[in-house]
């Protein structure tokens, strides 16, 4: 099988230590449960110049490195890998984190794990002919089987693949979206991902 699996939100806890960041630089009492837009500009009520700071602070290599993992995302990736399946991560993170992201991944033990930065939100010009930016027209003739994603903004994205299964990890921005078809599952966590996984078609939380 070939799977997609997202970064933040999914391999790390990323939007946790925005909330607790948030605070800390501007005293915005935003606690992880209450961040109810992926937008994290529109949760946290920022201007663009506040907003701009945040995402400097918070893409800092060392805070990037400290990101801890979501609960079960490694041993449940290495698992796929050891049975053969295919696993790419797909990123919307900035090209210009891509080596402390790398970095964070040969920490956790996925050294052999392909990561892609796909322009997902519109945040920056990329790299040309890099090895790692993965442009939209590049990304559109992979296949994937499965799909690991937590951002409603990011579906778009699987629209050119209609039979994929995406696992949609269950976090408060995204509890009041719809999903566009059937194929996509509600997943508590990394072990309710690898059931789906194993028994597709049993129904997940919505």
């Known amino acids: 099988m070939n799977i997609y699996v997202d970064f933040d939100d999914c391999l790390c806890e990323t939007a946790r230590y925005f909330s607790t960041l948030a605070a800390r630089l501007f005293g915005v009492d935003v606690p992880y449960e209450k961040i109810k837009y992926f937008n994290l500009q529109k949760s946290f009520l920022l201007n663009d110049q506040d907003y701009d700071k945040l995402m400097v602070e918070g893409h800092k290599p060392d805070v990037l490195?400290?990101?801890?993992?979501?609960?079960g995302a490694v041993k449940t990736i290495k698992?796929?890998?050891?049975?053969?399946?295919?696993?790419?991560i797909i990123t919307g993170r900035p090209v210009s984190t891509y080596d402390v992201s790398r970095?964070?991944?040969n920490l956790h033990g996925l050294e052999s794990l392909p990561l892609f930065c796909l322009n997902k939100y519109g945040r920056e010009n990329?790299?040309?002919?890099?090895?790692f930016n993965l442009e939209l027209e590049d990304y559109y003739k992979m296949h994937f089987d499965y799909a690991v994603e937590d951002s409603p903004h990011a579906f778009k994205f699987f629209d050119h693949l209609p039979k994929l299964k995406v696992l949609v990890f269950d976090r408060p921005w995204n509890r009041e979206c719809q999903f566009p078809n059937q194929n996509y599952t509600r997943c508590s966590g990394w072990?309710?991902?690898?059931?789906?996984f194993e028994n597709p078609g049993k129904p997940g939380l919505q």
């Open 79 to 88: 698992g796929w890998l050891d049975q053969g399946h295919d696993v790419k």
């Open 65 to 71: 490195l400290s990101y801890e993992e979501t609960p």
């Open 191 to 196: 072990e309710m991902i690898s059931k789906a």
């Open 103 to 105: 970095e964070w991944l």
């Open 126 to 131: 990329f790299i040309k002919n890099s090895t």
